[in-house]
Structures are given as C-alpha cells and as structure tokens.
C-alpha cells in the first residue's frame, strides 16, 4: 500500500500525464527531493506485478502496459480510406486487360505512374504479380486475386460488366475509372483527361484492419 504523500504526488502526476514525464520535473513537486529514487524505486516496485508498470526511458518515467499482457490488449478495429482515381482506375485497367504490365497501364491512362497506386493495390490484396513478359526487360503482370473477386461479389473475371452493360448503367457518360478501360477497344472513344496521380479521389472506400 501507498501511503507517503511523496509517493502519492509522483503515482498521481505519472497517472495523469499522456507522455513521459522528466525526472527532474517529478522531483520539483516533491517536499523532499533527496528521497526521490527511493520513492521511485517504491512505485516501480508496487507495480512490478501489476497490469501497469512504472519504466525509465531516457531520463523520462511513465505507466506502461506490462509486457506479460499487451498481446491480450490488442485491438482490431476497420478504418475506411479513400482509394484515389488513380489506384480506381488501375484496378480497372488491371481488371479488363490482366495480365498486363506497368507501361501498359501507363499507356491506357495516357499518364506516367507513380508507385503508390500500385503498391496500394497489392496491399489491400486486390492484385498482385504473375510472372513476367517476354519481351526486353521483362517487366512484371500484374492480375487480379480472389480477394478481389470475393470484394466485389463476382465469381469469375468474365462477370465483369461489358460495355454495353456499363453505357446501360450511366458509368461511360460519367468519367468513370472503368469507362477509361471499356473504351480501349474504340481508341477515338478514350477521354482526353490527363489527371495526376496525386489529384482527386472518389468515394469509394475499403476497410482495413489495424491494430492498437
């Protein structure tokens, strides 16, 4: 049991603070600073075995998860991020055209590529490399995975929309990231829209999990 008033002042003002807290700073707000690494080191004892811990970093102090139990406080939780134009319209192309390499994305898009989308791509596991062309340099193909198949609730690539399906719907007269690759047989038919990869996104969201 705690019962010294130092030691209640240093537990109170180390429970109260979200950071490490200097050692120095703990020291000014005690009656008797000479006592201070006994009254530390009484802290850290209390609480050695305990769901918390009393640690020095540096020359900091703070309450700390034990170490024995951190793994059960592990919380997933889903997030939802935007996924760009770019990463949309890669997939897409990736989608319709797979297998397929990087310039040849490039070329439908009518704009040079960054990494982000790609690897973006690869880690939400939508696509992922399969194999290499032959052809000089022997560039990656990039295809699709069941993941997402599974995402989007279509069983096999070929339950794809076609392009009358999509004129149907409204999405070739909105710009749409799939009107860009439904339009590649028709090359006068392509949009002219130059983006970015780093200009707008759309609303279109993916869950992914974290830890905390």
Sequence with gaps: MITNRDTKILEAILFASGSPILEDD??????????????????????????????KTGNKWSFRTSESIKDELTIFKTQKRKLS?????????????????????????GVQMGRGSIDH?????????SG???????????VT???FMEHFGIEKISDLPNKDELKASGFLEKRSAIATITDIAGKNDLIEDQDTEEEETLDDFIPEETST
């Design 145 to 147: 995975t069941e993941l």
């Design 26 to 55: 703990l020291k000014d707000k005690m009656l008797n600073k000479k006592d201070f690494k006994q009254e530390i080191d009484n802290l850290k004892e209390f609480y050695k075995d305990r769901g918390i811990n009393l640690i």
């Design 132 to 142: 290499r062309k032959n052809i000089p340099g022997k560039p990656a193909l990039w």
């Design 121 to 129: 791509l690869m880690e939400i596991g939508w696509i992922k490399p």
């Design 85 to 109: 134009r770019a990463a949309i319209e890669t997939l897409s192309i990736i989608a319709y055209q797979q297998p397929i390499t990087r310039s040849e994305i490039e070329n439908i898009r």
